[in-house]
């Protein structure tokens, strides 16, 4: 038989990152932006001498946001929704990329160089994750299992074109059912679902073109808890995007997270990202 090679790589994706719109260019009531993304790529071998596994992937993705403005009032939502799978020959499918990010704040303008906000925040995976380092294949999340929900109240600074940022109190549940790993305080014989902390909340929001199709985003999130002031959570997503024309770019994004309740080793995950973009709104 003759050596056959196929490589197909395909990527779709709709890419307008849900970001914010300048106070100069809202209207009054809702300014909505928004994203929804495929990604695809196979690799398939037959009599390949040079050796290979056949692969599909695919991931699916959402950006969407929401701006309520109504001077002196302004309210922000945004959700970020990503899930994607990999099958690997003989292996089966693995999931690869799995969760939810959602985030609503209101502010208002009070003539200061700060503004004063409320904001509610909620982290969960999609749906079923697991631990793929071990034998069998061991599930360690669920959606809402663990779920996070953060209050927070304090300023905002919201007046810079390239930068904003947030610091206040902050009031976080966490959730479980199944994996209580999450919640459960070890030095009691009660196995605890659900855990409260109570600390500071600090979100910083970076957008900058440093090039004529070029830009760069990035969404710090640190999160530490009063009664252990020298731990912090750390949630940090950065995009590089170039715009190859009106249809087409590319992205590259990566995400580190480092929560030890979670695991103490930090977390990373890179993507990149060749496909068209279209705009939901």
Excluded at 65 to 77: A, D, L, V
Excluded at 92 to 97: D, L, S
Excluded at 125 to 131: E, R
């Amino acid at each position: 038989m003759k050596k056959l090679f196929l490589i197909f790589f395909l990527a779709i994706s709709f890419n307008t990152f849900s970001q914010d719109i300048p106070d100069s260019l809202l209207i009054q009531g809702w300014n909505m932006t928004g994203v929804v993304g495929l990604n695809l790529s196979q690799t398939a071998f037959s009599n390949w001498a040079q050796g290979g596994t056949n692969s599909l992937a695919y991931s699916i993705y959402s950006n969407l946001g929401g701006i309520y403005f109504n001077f002196p009032w302004k309210w922000k939502n945004r959700l970020n929704v990503v899930y994607g799978r990999t099958k690997l020959q003989d292996i089966g499918y693995r999931t690869t990329e799995n969760d939810i990010y959602f985030e609503s704040v209101a502010s208002r303008n009070i003539g200061w160089v700060v503004d004063p906000y409320v904001a509610v925040t909620f982290r969960s995976a999609v749906t079923k994750g697991f631990d793929y380092s071990v034998t069998p294949d061991t599930q360690i999340v669920d959606f809402f299992d663990p779920g996070y929900l953060t209050e927070a109240i304090g300023f905002t600074y919201d007046q810079n074109k390239i930068i904003t940022t947030r610091l206040g109190l902050a009031f976080q549940q966490t959730f479980t059912n199944r994996f209580t790993k999450y919640t459960d305080d070890p030095e009691t014989a009660e196995i605890e679902k659900f855990k409260f902390d109570t600390g500071l909340e600090s979100v910083t929001e970076v957008k900058y073109g440093f090039l004529p199709n070029m830009t760069y985003y990035s969404f710090l999130r640190l999160f530490t808890r009063f009664t252990s002031m020298d731990v912090w959570d750390v949630r940090w997503d950065n995009i590089v995007t170039a715009k190859i024309n009106d249809y087409i770019n590319v992205n590259l994004a990566v995400t580190l997270i480092h929560e030890i309740t979670q695991t103490r080793r930090t977390q990373l995950r890179e993507a990149l990202q060749l496909g068209f973009s279209y705009n939901l709104f």
